[in-house]
């Protein structure tokens, strides 16, 4: 199947854009990125869509100001319209992980110009082999049914739907694709470096896994994450439901009558509730929480990461800030 089939049957499976849609596109430079622009640009006609690039430059490396003049370039060709924008990661480092805060940064950077362009869509490049890993890293990290979804397809973070068209599209057919088309995009040179988990996860843990355990593993892993999705999204539904029952501050008594599997659920919709989302919550966590409701006298505390506490009352769990 053409990788321009592949991206129209993922956006008419997940429902990804409808006629009409104004889509902000996050381009790096990199391979993905160029790939879904020149796609997107493919279907505008036929789907009658407003596209608008996005491009921020975090400064990690030397050479970043080249990757803004190759996407500047990208635009004028297209005839597309760009918003860029430029931050230095490396000095906000001290407040967690890069990764986490070059993800906070561009995610930051695109909803804002989304915003200003009056769009409700953000096109992401994540592809096929972004998901294996994405997975396979979750895995060794260690991480429940949430985690096991992978990349989603769309999701909606602050009013805006975050989308990927290329999610069951494969790396190698995204290099194809743009070698015939004589389109070379910028390539980050760090991720040759196994200095990344991820990049230890793709550069060695997963070509050994291709060639000797199975050939076929990055499909499995994404044939994996697109099951448990389905199944994580039902039971995500009935523990919203569940919460609805049980109250803001949970009523111990209807929680306990819950199938151990929506309590946990609901557990982690409390603590989203507070926290805004579940990052760095752990299994163990969870089952500190299923310790105070069963074990722990009244009025004990569980202290979860980012200032969130749980106190067990004589009907209620109370979550909040401290």
């Known amino acids: 199947m053409m990788i321009l089939d592949k991206a129209r049957e993922a956006i008419k499976k997940y429902r990804l854009i409808v006629k009409n849609d104004k889509i902000v596109i996050g381009i790096s430079g990199g391979p993905d990125s160029v790939a879904l622009l020149y796609l997107l640009n493919s279907l505008k006609k036929e789907l009658k869509l407003t596209l608008h690039i996005a491009h921020l430059d975090h400064m990690l490396r030397k050479e970043s100001h080249r990757d803004k003049a190759f996407v500047e370039r990208l635009a004028q060709r297209l005839k597309i319209p760009i918003t860029t924008g430029q931050i230095n990661v490396k000095e906000l480092a001290g407040f967690g992980s890069l990764e986490e805060i070059a993800r906070n940064a561009r995610l930051g950077f695109l909803f804002k110009v989304a915003k200003d362009i009056k769009a409700k869509k953000i096109a992401l490049g994540h592809n096929l082999d972004d998901q294996a890993e994405t997975v396979l890293m979750r895995i060794l990290r260690g991480t429940g049914l949430s985690g096991l979804t992978g990349i989603f397809p769309k999701r909606e973070i602050a009013d805006f739907q975050i989308i990927r068209p290329l999610i069951e599209v494969r790396r190698r057919e995204i290099e ?8 070379k995009p910028r390539l980050d040179t760090s991720n040759l470096e196994d200095i990344y988990f991820r990049n230890r996860i793709r550069n060695r843990l997963l070509p050994l896994l291709e060639r000797e355990y199975n050939q ?10 697109e099951s448990v999705g389905c199944d994580y999204d039902c039971l995500n539904r009935l523990a919203c439901k569940a919460m609805k029952r049980i109250g803001a501050k949970i009523n111990l008594k209807k929680f306990l009558k819950l199938h151990p599997a929506i309590q946990r659920m609901v557990l982690r919709l409390a603590i989203t509730r507070v926290k805004g989302d579940t990052r760095r919550i752990t299994f163990q966590h969870i089952k500190e929480l299923e310790d105070l409701i069963l074990n722990r006298p009244v009025n004990s ?6 200032g969130v506490s749980v106190i067990k009352e004589k009907k209620c769990l109370s979550f909040y800030r401290r």
């Open 176 to 183: 194809t694709f743009l070698k015939k088309k004589k389109i």
């Open 301 to 306: 505390v569980v202290d979860l990461p980012k």
């Open 216 to 225: 076929n593993i990055k499909g499995v892993l994404s044939n994996m994450a």
